[in-house]
């Protein structure tokens, strides 16, 4: 990924989606911890137990600095549902969208957020429609086969070409620390071949195949490869610190 400091933060983007006109994206974590291990300024999750007013300050600061006109939030449940961001404009920093795990617009000025700790944010872009869509895909998304479901979805919605999608999945829990000891029970059988010896699964590896299984092209899928757990400095880790703040994932057409 690149990285570029800008008003005090990390700005992490995807080579593969830079060259698209109109197309703002990026990832917002943490630079390091404060003299305080304060990680919080850059959190945007109203559920973290930091004041709701601190949250919402950043939610705004940060819709300001890609220059969207609205900034979509949904409230991440782990389920499958993919909202359609689309008609009305009743979104906002105050206003989650309702229990969604995915967000799809055509709508320009309008960009989606994923609120992210260990679980993947699939962002996913047709540069020929101008549509995007962004997926909270943990392992209970990726089980219900999410991602692949917000290609179909993309399809049906704005008529997306499966072969015309960029993706790209942003800093999660990797393979070194994707940790299932009961995989048995959680995980569907075609899994087993993503695990390690040690019961650590590739879930970078299993986005990837879902979303080429959908008719996504193998070279249009973008990976960061950085671990979030690993980088507790750089990105918020629920594995790691068990905590309650998410960094942002952001993607729409300004
Ligand atoms: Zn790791």
Known sequence: MLVRQAKGMLWW???GLEEIPGLVHGIFGPD???RNG???PFNVSLASGQPRHRVLAWRRTLGGLLGFRDLVF???VHGDRILEADDGDDFGPERPAGS???AMTGTRGRGLIIQVADCQAVLMVDP???AVA???AGWRGTVAGLPAR???AMARRYGSRPADLLCAVGPSLGPCCAEFVNWRRELPPEFARYRDGRDRFDFWQITADQLADAGVRPERIFQSRICTRCNPARFYSYRGRRTGLRFAAAVGFA
Request: net charge positive; hydrophobic share 35%; no cysteine.
């Open 38 to 40: 304060d990680m919080g």
């Open 128 to 130: 020929r429609r101008r």
């Open 74 to 76: 949904i409230r991440q």
């Open 13 to 15: 983007r995807f080579p």
């Open 100 to 102: 969604y795990d995915a």
């Open 134 to 136: 962004n997926v909270h």
């Open 32 to 34: 390091g911890q404060n």
């Open 150 to 152: 917000v290609v179909a």
